[in-house]
């Protein structure tokens, strides 16, 4: 490394020192030794029971730390999240459809009006994809603004997204992951499932984290 490269790091480092995803302390590495400790010690993967019918396996409580790093990673730009928690996603299709095979692994799209630049879901699956070496796709687009999900009870939620979304291409007789960060009540979930058979796929889902109470108002996402 020449000198102006070690400058600038150096500059980068006292400006934006690193911290933890987690808890946002101060921290040589992205991920604390603490949260690490904890995080790993409370992954359970396993299926999901939601208030949709739904096939949604899941692995971490959307504890107050995970809870943090997905608004790190969906509102402050820590992208660097996405490696963590796709790393869980991976693990946990491994443990929960050991032997399945994915034609496309997907993710629940946004609404495009340029208000983010980034989809969350998108990059996990993405990286969900790579790991687990089934490929990419896109599968879904959704074709109106809805209001958040946050805060809307089950039947607002069902209501909420009722239409939103539509397959982009025929999917007959594939065999789809749909990936998202935090399953709910499933709602959103359930909804691109339902327009993903329409187009003949049959569709699994996994998620980074799951709230322990479906039912819970809470919720950030789905
Ligand atoms: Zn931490």
Same mark, same amino acid.
């Given at each position: 490394?020449?000198? #102006?490269? *070690? #400058?600038?790091?150096?500059?980068?480092? *006292?400006?934006?020192?690193?911290?933890?995803?987690?808890?946002?302390?101060?921290?040589?590495?992205?991920?604390?030794?603490?949260?690490?400790? &904890?995080?790993?010690?409370?992954?359970?993967?396993?299926?999901?029971?939601?208030?949709?019918? /739904?096939?949604?396996?899941?692995?971490?409580?959307?504890?107050?730390?995970? =809870?943090?790093?997905?608004?790190?990673?969906?509102?402050?730009? &820590?992208?660097?999240?996405?490696?963590? #928690?796709?790393?869980?996603? %991976?693990? $946990?299709?491994?443990?929960?459809?050991?032997?399945?095979?994915?034609?496309?692994? $997907?993710?629940?799209?946004?609404?495009?009006?340029?208000?983010?630049?980034?989809?969350?879901?998108?990059?996990?699956?993405?990286?969900? !994809?790579?790991?687990? &070496?089934?490929?990419?796709?896109?599968?879904?687009?959704?074709?109106?603004?809805?209001? @958040?999900?946050?805060? #809307?009870?089950? =039947?607002?939620?069902? /209501?909420?997204?009722?239409?939103?979304?539509? !397959?982009? +291409?025929?999917? +007959?007789?594939?065999?789809?992951?749909?990936?998202?960060?935090? @399953?709910?009540?499933?709602? $959103?979930?359930?909804?691109?499932?339902?327009?993903?058979?329409?187009?003949? %796929?049959?569709?699994?889902?996994? $998620? %980074? %984290?799951?709230?322990?109470?479906?039912?819970?108002?809470?919720?950030?996402?789905?």
């Amino acid at each position: 490394m020449n000198f #102006l490269n *070690l #400058l600038i790091k150096s500059v980068k480092f *006292l400006i934006f020192p690193p911290k933890c995803v987690f808890c946002d302390s101060l921290n040589t590495d992205v991920f604390c030794y603490e949260c690490k400790t &904890q995080i790993i010690n409370s992954f359970r993967p396993h299926i999901i029971k939601t208030q949709q019918p /739904l096939v949604c396996a899941s692995g971490l409580v959307y504890s107050r730390l995970v =809870q943090n790093s997905i608004k790190n990673f969906k509102f402050r730009n &820590q992208v660097n999240i996405s490696n963590i #928690l796709s790393n869980f996603m %991976a693990s $946990t299709v491994k443990s929960c459809f050991k032997y399945e095979k994915f034609d496309y692994v $997907t993710y629940v799209p946004m609404y495009k009006d340029n208000s983010k630049s980034y989809n969350q879901s998108e990059i996990l699956a993405k990286k969900v !994809s790579k790991i687990l &070496q089934f490929p990419f796709e896109i599968c879904l687009k959704k074709t109106k603004k809805n209001k @958040v999900q946050r805060g #809307l009870n089950f =039947q607002e939620r069902q /209501l909420n997204v009722k239409g939103v979304y539509k !397959s982009v +291409k025929s999917l +007959k007789n594939k065999k789809i992951l749909l990936c998202d960060d935090v @399953v709910t009540t499933g709602a $959103t979930l359930s909804e691109c499932v339902k327009e993903l058979s329409k187009s003949g %796929a049959k569709v699994i889902c996994v $998620t %980074a %984290a799951y709230t322990e109470k479906n039912n819970s108002l809470n919720g950030n996402s789905s």
